[in-house]
């Protein structure tokens, strides 16, 4: 019997980090390789159709409206704004300056989802009309489950950040939900020009 | 509170702190007492074990199926089961066994060993863990009980091919629960991927860098990404099909622009991986029974990494070789064919390495060893005739012939069942703390070899002389009664098999022999602790310095000290050097993912009846959202635990 050999202690270690070396922020990763395969296949599908017909849309179906997916995105771009700030006031652990951005953010998901119902009446079709009408919706709707995630999140984040309950290592998800917002932007950015504007193109 | 230290080392095994702060370590890890304790764990081996028994009655289940058909082929015919009921019996048989069977219980094992391999105390997520779990569990459970209460037994082949599933030709529910039930268990090995990947990218022991993972683990996390990138397509194929039968849209519809080939695009990118997502866990538990019963590290492991890599890459280009007979293009054809031989590669690599392992090495030839070389035996035929069916014109003849039947049931069971079932004498002993069988583990083994055999080699020779996958009789002038009969007699020798395979277990944990904390002298970091593990697998976190850290350090392992015993403390290390980084506290035990799985199941379930399902179920899943991620900091005890945390340096 022998003493084991301790090479090391980890009881000065972090118990809050950011980024890659945070776990949740490894699972934010995950679900938006997951979420992004997803869209990417709806997108897919959406050309794989459109490849098969000789017009699109289909004759007697008009083109989508472009003020609100217009709208959408300028919102979502904005919405960056507070987002990164919040994102950089949580890095600071300053709660103050996170409370105050994700009450901002909060604010844009909600106009957000709003002017989502706008955009699919914009599409212009109806998703039983044909085709081309359900992969339109398809697309938005698939989108749609993110942007509804994305607000729960932050949402719930909005009050966690006022509770007597905070914790500093609850603060490095603030961060890892700024970054999935940066992908539900993104994500929106590219879907909205096929949905809305390639339409235009044939 | 720092876990100082004081000795009781055996050899190999991870060295024990003072018996009062393994006390604490105990009361810090354990489930809470009773049955609700038992609802609320998110301890990776208790759920781990229950996805395994779950699993495998889900097997039990598909198997009576297998033998229902077998019994109605026996003889031309036959009127056991009618048109109708075999339907119904080869597509729950196909849908149980692939989705329900055969992948959750590859990831079940690697959800219970990936931590203990890498050194570390729980899965990355555990709360998503235990949803999981449920989701999967429920999942199964509504499939079934549409069938055996509602006569909706899905009937239309586990790939549910449009026009065939659509509302047009299949009224009713049946198709509706087939899609919803496969999102299910999407959804749950989504869930299990994540786990692992995270688990291994951020969770190993200090110093265990890439390069010293196990090549099981590696196994996991290829399997794992196949998942991430496979499953997607499924599941939004499921959901296009639940769309279309419910709120009548037109993706796969042509009189309006659609395109039923859109659903075999969409199930076959994932279909095809499949077979490897089951397939490449196998080729990890194949090396690591190889290692321990010839002593050796398996040769080449840069080579067995890279063919596990490739093998999980290429997966994803032949997904094209099932829809041969829809006339695709002539070039891509070429190419299609050219890749399902060139997989062969890497398996190829794989093989020769173990074969020259146990060249190199003195192997014991005790039952997990046999089902090894089983395994090679019939995965060997089953790739031979895979090859055939790569060559085009060759799969214009048999297809859906019973010849394909042959050589899938080849490649799932010689595979996947084989392998699984030596890691089931191998792993046994660590999870139970008993030994199985060997006298019995032998006739088990030997009766579910020759069972095999008999039930799928005629299998290929019908299908030359023409009998076609899933038809329910067959006239007595085909001539094809004796091979079916022989057929159905080798089903009833693998229902002898497994039976056995119940008793062998039944009979161990009664009064099985003690196995010790490494019984097959084995060298991963499992074995390195007691058997069964306790709660948090390791009292002190083990350093790795090399490949197979327990022999390397027969006099016991150099150890990390310092994570707190009062709370769930975990060691964060960094990516590729796994050089300890920070520490991270693990949730208790709690009722919310077993309330989120219920949201999602009140949801999906209600959405086969009505849309309106969603307006339901999405208030539901965000409450239980709210439940599963409010922190828990108000109970005395973590409190306490929070102002001794107070004044921490934060690293960016
Ligand atoms: C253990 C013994 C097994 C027996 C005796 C057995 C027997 C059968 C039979 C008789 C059929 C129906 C053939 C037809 O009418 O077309 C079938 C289909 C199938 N089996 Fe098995 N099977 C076994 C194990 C497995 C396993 C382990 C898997 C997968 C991991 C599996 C996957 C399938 C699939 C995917 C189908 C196709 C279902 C369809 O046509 O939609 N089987 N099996
Ligand atoms: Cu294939």
Redesign the pocket.
Known sequence: MTGPRVVGSAANLPTTTFGHRSLVWWGTVGFMLIEGTTLFICAASYFYLHHRVSSWPPAGTPRPSLLAPAVQVVLMLLSIIPVAKADRAARQLDVAGVRVNLVLASLFAIAMCVVRGFEFAALNVRWDTNAYGSIAWANVVAHGTLLLLETAETLVFTALVFSPNLEQRDIAGVSDNSLYWYFMTGSWVILAAIVYLSPYLS | MTATVAPTVGPGRVPEPLPELIGQLEQTWRDEPGILGWIKSVDHKSIALRYMITAFVF?LL??LQ??G??AQ?ARPENTLLGPDL?NQ???V???T??FL??VPVMQAVGLYFVPMMVGTRNVAFPKLNAYGYWTYLFGGLFIYAEWWFLNSGPDV???SYVPLANSVFTPGKRADVWAQGVTFTEIASLAAAVEIIVTVFKLRAPGMTLNRLPLFVWAMVVQSFMVLFAMPWVATATQFLAWERLVSTHFFDPTRGGDPLLWQHLFWFFGHPEVYI?FVPALGMVSSVVTAFTRRHVFGYPAMVLSLISTGVLGFGLWVHHMFATGIPQLSESFFTAASMVIAIPTGVQIFCWIATIWDGRPRFTVPFLWVIGFVVVFIIGGFSGVMVASVPFDRQVHDS?FI?AH??YV??GG??FPLLGAFYYWFPKVTGRMLGERLGRWQFWLFFIG?NL??FPMHQLGFEGM?????TYLPETGWGPLNLL?SI??AT?AVS?ILLIVNVWSSLRRGLPAGDNPWDADTLEWATTSPPRPYNFALIPVVDGRGPVWRHPEGLPVFGGLRTDVRDVLLTTLLDAEPDSRHRHPVPTIWPLHAAIATTITFVSLIYTPWGAVVGFPLLFIAFVGWAWPRGRDHREQQVIEAERPVEVAS
């Open positions: 097997f598909a198997g297998a033998l058909m077998r082929l075999y019996f080869f597509t048989h196909g849908t066994m692939m069977f055969a082949g586990w790939f089951i019973y039947v899938f049931h799932l069971i996947a069942v095999m039930t799928f076609p996958r899933r038809v329910y057929a080798g089903a693998l497994v």
